[in-house]
């Protein structure tokens, strides 16, 4: 069986270095906000263009620390997209902010300008005060339209980089464009620890501070709570993990795009649609996801051939129910809602063997053409 993500393959590849991280902090007697967390933080910070870099425990905290240090509050409206991890629409949930979603562009599968710029002029979306804005799979929102539209309203502008560790959009890292960036090392994330992660990144020094007291208790001096913060950090264990995998995520990002470009290439002419590119991105393919009518009966048919595929996501966030409130205002969200039942994700990550490309390409001939 081929595997959709393969986080284990990344460990073995790299078990010499993990290993002797892994025993470099067991033996340091130091195991919360040390040495490793504070390196890690600022060879992360140095790779993401950022001045900084905060560590935190996974990329749901990142969103709701970066939502709290930004000042939004209960009730406040914030802007973003339903075709998504839940775990952004939740960190928004969790500091009982409302989400208002903005439809995706039906080719980039990231927040579309004009349905932006509608809600905007609505009442409820002239009053939001946060957008957090999605590059999903990999592909970086179309920033050089939406930051404009965003700042010219006043809003504070939040990226949710979770699976975009390293992509670019006219030469410029995405987490460099709006006012704070959040990052999750999910194993499976283009950079992943063995276990959870996150962090929070950002160019103002001031939001640094803030963001550092919210996630341990808004303590300025220990013991004493300054603001009303949490508990959110990054462990010295997988801070350790994560350094070995910083330095290999710009080439695993260019064995991510030349997987896609296989398939891409190998893909032509078939009939399912394939990832659209912007031209001025470089895409960093933390999924490659096909879309087709025949989903369902595609992804059992590549199973059966030991194919393993994954749908993301295959609900919208505001279809499930614990999102569902019928005291919002009704939304309208057709691309999204048609897209949800047509898109699968096939094999991708850095160690996927150019054979096993060669057998996904195979199998989905086959399975089309059954
Ligand atoms: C993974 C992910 C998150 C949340 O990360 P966790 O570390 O699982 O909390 C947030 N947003 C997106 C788009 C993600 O893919």
């Known amino acids: 069986m081929i595997l959709q993500s393969n986080p284990k393959a990344a460990y073995l590849e790299r078990r010499k270095a993990i290993d002797a991280a892994l025993a470099r902090v067991l033996e340091s007697g130091w195991y919360i906000l040390g ?206 993990i994560l350094r070995v995998g910083l330095q290999h995520l710009n080439q695993d990002n260019e064995r991510r795009r030349a997987i896609a470009a296989r398939y891409n290439r190998s893909l032509a002419g078939i009939s399912v649609e394939l990832p659209w590119q912007a031209s001025n991105a470089y895409h960093v393919f933390h999924q490659y996801v096909i879309a087709t009518n025949g989903r369902n009966i595609l992804q059992e048919r590549l199973k059966r051939l030991g194919v393993g595929s994954l749908v993301h996501y295959p609900m919208a966030v505001h279809q499930q129910p614990a999102y569902a409130d019928p005291t919002l205002r009704p939304v309208d969200l057709p691309h999204t809602e048609r897209l949800v039942g047509r898109i699968l994700s096939l094999p991708m990550y850095p160690q996927l063997r150019d054979d096993e490309i060669e057998e996904v390409v195979t199998a989905l001939h086959t399975a089309i053409e059954d």
């Open 35 to 240: 040495r490793e967390v504070e390196g890690f933080e600022a060879e992360f910070a140095q790779a993401m263009g950022a001045n900084w870099a905060v560590g935190v425990a996974n990329g749901t905290d990142a969103i709701e620390i970066a939502l709290r240090a930004l000042g939004i509050k209960a009730g406040d409206r914030v802007v973003t997209v339903s075709h998504t991890a839940v775990a952004t629409v939740a960190a928004i949930k969790r500091i009982d902010a409302v989400p208002l979603f903005v439809d995706v562009d039906p080719r980039r599968y990231t927040m579309d300008p004009e349905s932006l710029d509608a809600l905007l002029s609505t009442p409820d979306g002239g009053r939001a005060k946060a957008i957090v804005l999605v590059h999903l799979y990999g592909q970086p929102v179309d920033m050089k339209t939406i930051v404009p539209m965003a700042r010219a309203r006043g809003l504070s502008i939040i990226e949710d980089c979770a699976q975009a560790h390293g992509a670019l959009l006219d030469g410029r890292i995405v987490g460099t464009w709006g006012d704070l960036a959040c990052f999750s090392f999910y194993p499976t994330k283009n950079l992943g620890a063995l276990g959870d992660g996150g962090a929070v990144t950002g160019i103002n020094s001031s939001l640094r501070e803030t963001v550092q007291l919210l996630r341990t208790y808004g303590w300025k001096n220990r013991y004493v709570s300054d603001l009303f913060g949490i508990n959110s950090r990054l462990d010295e264990l997988q801070a350790s």
